[in-house]
């Protein structure tokens, strides 16, 4: 069960991953028959009111969903389970490529992820342990936007780095423990935003975060988000 989890999580970052690369390549030949707009020569300023292209600053914040997951970061082998939680982030970023039909930017992407630990099973064996889980992300994404001149913008993306966690847990005797890692990780991104002015946006968004420990289990993490972004 879980390998054919893995193989599906894989398989899903995987078609994020070819849309992505489809999408870009086809905005790409449209740049080389002329497609894309140029830079204008007086600067960016008003660089995203001419063509789409230039500096923003996205975040979102909702829900995360942590499923079960399986880790030896205590000393031993552990099974952790989680009740939901709460994400936000942050992503300063840049349009660097721009058609009539859609725009590909860049982002950098931190913020945090706190869900509770409700059950840790150690051995086979549910103990009283409880806890908190913490992860803070610092992400590359590449993100492809459709629609840049409608009041309704698809987008789909994909990333990765790294993830720091931090885990606590305590028994009856509130004797705490803890552990900090970091981690590589990848994520993949769906949503849609609608306009509200020439420069801002709201929309709702999904993610999921894969982190990748050294001890060959995964620690997935869903996110359903309000999401805003404003163009500079």
Known sequence: MKTDMFTLNRKIFAVFAACLIAAAATAYSQSVAGGVYPTPAYGWPNYHSVNGLGFYLAGDAGISVLPDFNSSRFGGPARFSADPGARFSLEPGYDFLSTRQLTLGAEFETGAIYNRLNSINVGGTSTDMRGDYYQVPFLGNLVLKFGPDSWVKPYIGVGGGGVYSHARIHGDFDE??????????????????????????????YKFLMVLPGDDNQVYTHAVLASFNLAF
């Open 176 to 205: 705490w423990a803890w552990s900090d890692q970091t981690d590589p990780a990848v994520q993949a991104m769906a949503g849609v935003r609608f306009q509200l002015t020439p420069f801002a946006d709201l929309g709702l968004g």
